[in-house]
């Protein structure tokens, strides 16, 4: 009997570590998700750092459906620090504090 038990609770304790695994496998997937979201930001933002005049992008409406824009001062960005306040930085300022975001997780 006691064999038994032992096999139920060691079954239980492997379906408590799958679990766990899972969540954990997730999460990884969120945070590379994250950081690739991150590097195209570095992207975009290491371009208007490199240009000198207006630009005209696409900016996304969601749903698919996008805009023509004319980016006037593409060397001001409105950076989001947390808890929805959002703060004007130069472009070189938002590339730092999106590098650091990187690092932190």
Known sequence: MSSEKEVQEKIATL?????????????????EILENEYRKTLE??????????SVEALMNLGGGVFAYVDVKNS???LV???SGVVVEREVGEAIEFVKNRIKKN
């Open 15 to 31: 379906q408590i570590l799958q679990e766990e695994a899972e969540a954990l496998q997730r999460r990884l997937m969120e945070l």
């Open 44 to 53: 975009t933002l290491e371009f208007f750092e490199s240009i000198d005049t």
């Open 75 to 77: 060397k001001k960005m």
């Open 80 to 82: 989001d620090i947390g």
